[in-house]
């Protein structure tokens, strides 16, 4: 596989339940990010990756929780969410972090809806 | 801090029409400037970007002029295809403040191109 990719490409969850995303690139990046895209909203950066080392959290709730293994690979566990966290969760990787004008490359997302 | 704007939506043109979408930016150093594009049911792709002032980026048919006095980037097509029909994002990766290699986007432009 190329690119970056991301499972489930749906998930339903209730506010009790706990589950994880995972994201995956084969592009020898090493710098990985979570963004969360909702309806008529910016993107919203949540979290930062470079070399497996959590660089940026954008005041996101601790219902969240990133965790990055090595460089190919990202999850965000989901626990005790809100109806309001539904929305699409988007993985991307770049070279590295500190490069402007690098350009990131992102994976399909996950449409997560909260019940 | 940084923050970039783009004209409201949807837009809805006919084939062949001349496209424009207007993107400006707010930022505290001296960004790199993209244009990313979201087809229905997919991640973000890269569409084109510009790294300094007057640079211009272009990509299938897309071009976009980074202008520095008018702190724009807005993305131009001469005509417009069925196939254009997506959501377009500008963004920026700004080197100064705490956003350091980091991309801000625009709330999105939904393009739609009937036949």
């Known amino acids: ?115 | 801090g940084d923050s970039v704007t783009q004209m409201e939506g949807p837009v809805t043109l006919s084939e062949e029409a001349f496209l424009t979408i207007n993107c400006t930016y707010t930022a505290t150093g001296y960004p790199s400037l993209f244009w990313y594009v979201q087809y229905p049911g997919e991640g973000l792709q890269l569409l084109l970007k510009a790294t300094k002032a007057d640079d211009k980026g272009s990509n299938k048919g897309f071009e976009a002029t980074y202008r520095k006095e008018t702190t724009s980037f807005h993305l131009e097509k001469g005509s417009v295809q069925v196939s254009d029909s997506a959501v377009y994002f500008c963004a920026l990766s700004d080197k100064g403040g705490t956003s350091y290699g980091k991309l801000t986007f625009g709330q999105g432009t939904i393009l739609t191109v009937h036949p």
């Open chain 1, 1 to 115: 596989e190329t690119g970056v990719t991301q499972t489930p490409r749906h998930l339903v969850m209730g506010m009790t339940n706990k589950k994880s995303l995972k994201c995956e690139q084969h592009l020898g990046h090493n710098a990985m990010y979570w963004y969360k895209q909702s309806a008529k909203k910016p993107l919203e950066l949540m979290f930062v990756y470079n070399f497996k080392e959590q660089t940026e959290n954008n005041s996101v709730p601790s219902r969240f929780s990133p965790e990055c293994p090595n460089s190919s690979h990202l999850f965000l566990h989901l626990h005790t969410l809100q109806p309001e966290d539904s929305a699409l969760y988007l993985c991307a990787s770049s070279p590295q972090v500190s490069g402007v004008g690098e350009t990131q490359y992102f994976g399909p997302g996950t449409r997560l809806l909260v019940l």
